[in-house]
C-alpha cells in the first residue's frame, strides 16, 4: 500500500499527488513510468514519473481525469493509500554532460513528464531550452518550476491568452530561424503534437525524441498494445522504450491504434457509468 503525502490541483481536473515509495524513488531515473491500480478490481493506469525525491522517499505522478480509472484515482485523498504502484518501469532518458543545447517540449498534462528530464538535462550542465504549450493560460502547469531547471523558456497557447498564440511547433520554428544551434530534441505531449515536432526538426536533420506513453496499456511488454514501428522494428513502448528516435517513428499506425483504444475505453465508461446507475438505484 501506498500513501498519498500530498494532492495539489494543478488545473481542472489534473493532479499532482505525492506518494511515499522510498524503494522506488531510491531507483527512478527521468523518462521512466510507473503503474498503479486503486484497488483490487481497478485498471493499471501506466503513468510517467513526474518527479521523485530521493531523500524524502517520494514519487510524484501527474494525471488527467479522462477515464474511469483516473476518475477513481482522483477521487483519492492525502493519507488515502494506493493499493499498488509497480515502478520504475521502462528506459531512462539518455543524459549527460556535453550534450549541447537541448530543447525540452511538453505539451498539456506532457509537461510533468519532461520536467525532470529538463532538470536532469541542467544538472548535467547542458542549454536547456523549454517550450510549454497549452489551449490556454489557465491549464499551464508547473511554470515555476520549468523556469527553475531552464536556460530560457518559452510558452505558446492555441488561444494566445499567454505567451506565443500558437503550437509548441511556432516556438521551435522561431528558435531554429534565430539559428540557435539545437543539439537534441525531446518532446513529450499528445501523440499528433509529437508528430507535428518531429515533422518541424526533420528538415533540419536535429535529433528528436518522443515518449510514446500515451499508448501504454498494461506496461509489461505482454498486452501487445504499445507495438509500434520505429523504422524496420516493431517495438513495445512499455519495455523498448518509451522514448523512441522521433524520426524513425510510424505516427500513422500509431494514431490509428490509439483511436481504436479510445472507442473501447469509451464504451467501458459508459458501462461504469450504467452500472454505477444500476448500483445507486438499487
Ligand atoms: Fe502492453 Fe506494452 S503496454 S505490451
Partial sequence: MYKILKKVLLSPSVWLYDIEAPR?????????????????????????????????????????????????????????????VVAPLGRKTHIEPGMGTVVCIGGGIGVAPIYPIARGMHQAGNKVISIMGA????ILILEKEM??????VLITTDDGSCGIKGFVTTALQQIIDRSEK???????GPVVMMRSVVEATRPYKIKTVVSLNPIMVDGTGMCGGCRVQVGDEIKFACVDGPEFDGHLVDFKGLMSRQRMYKDAEKEETNHVCKLSKIKGAI
Fill in 24 to 84: 522506488i524513488a531510491k531507483k527512478a531515473e527521468p523518462g521512466q513510468f510507473l503503474i498503479v491500480r486503486t484497488d483490487e478490481e481497478g485498471e493499471r493506469i501506466p503513468l510517467t514519473i513526474a518527479d521523485f525525491d530521493r531523500q524524502k522517499g517520494y514519487v510524484s505522478i501527474v494525471f488527467q481525469e479522462i477515464g474511469a480509472g483516473t476518475e477513481l484515482l482522483g477521487k483519492l485523498n492525502e493519507g488515502d493509500y494506493i493499493l499498488d
Fill in 135 to 138: 489551449k490556454n493560460k489557465d
Fill in 147 to 152: 523556469r527553475a531547471v531552464s536556460d530560457e
Fill in 182 to 188: 539545437i543539439d537534441e530534441v525531446i518532446a513529450i
